[in-house]
């Protein structure tokens, strides 16, 4: 069975993009990912050092924006995308006290719902092994259940077995006559 990131890079692959996001940079795979599938990607992330390890992995990749804010400033930069990426927790390898926030997070995916494109898809990589990872999870699935079933497609793909194990959200704004 494919892992949560695996699951997620196998959906985005079906189709090609002119605008994708990486809301949270992290250490680059999933900006690396996009750049693939994308003609521009934008990237965002708060540490300076997902920046540096983010810069030495796509190296001279050039269709990236690297960008170092919060993911809920994305719209500073880019006011519609086609596909998108959040990976919620802490930096790999970083230190674990700084995660993402369940307010900001929240606010960064209403504003992602917003700007995304029709027939577009967001993808939220939910991690629950931490405090705020809890909380976190708690706020985004209230919000993703009120979105009007009418101009979104949402779904949940989880391990069963698994209790804190990460699981993915994808959110398809519908193309509407």
Known sequence: M?????????????KDYQIAIDFTMGNGHDTLFLSKVAKQVYSFDIQQEALNNTKK????????NLILASHENFDCYVKNFDV????????????????????????????????????????????IGHDEGKKE?????????????I?????????MNKLSAPYVIQIEKRQLY
Do not use: C, W
């Not at 960064?108 to 991690?127: D, Q, S, T």
């Open 2 to 14: 494919e892992t949560m990131i695996e699951y997620v890079h196998n959906r985005i692959k079906r």
């Open 57 to 64: 992995l796509i190296e001279d990749t050039d269709n990236v």
């Open 84 to 127: 998108g990426i959040f990976n919620f927790g802490y930096l790999p390898n970083g230190d674990h006290q700084i995660t993402t926030m369940a307010d900001s997070s929240l606010q960064a995916i209403k504003k992602a719902v917003e700007y995304l494109n029709r027939k577009g898809e967001l993808f939220l990589v939910v991690y």
């Open 137 to 149: 999870s708690l706020l985004i699935e209230e919000y993703v259940a009120s979105l009007d079933h």
């Open 151 to 159: 101009s979104y497609n949402v779904a949940l793909f989880k391990m």
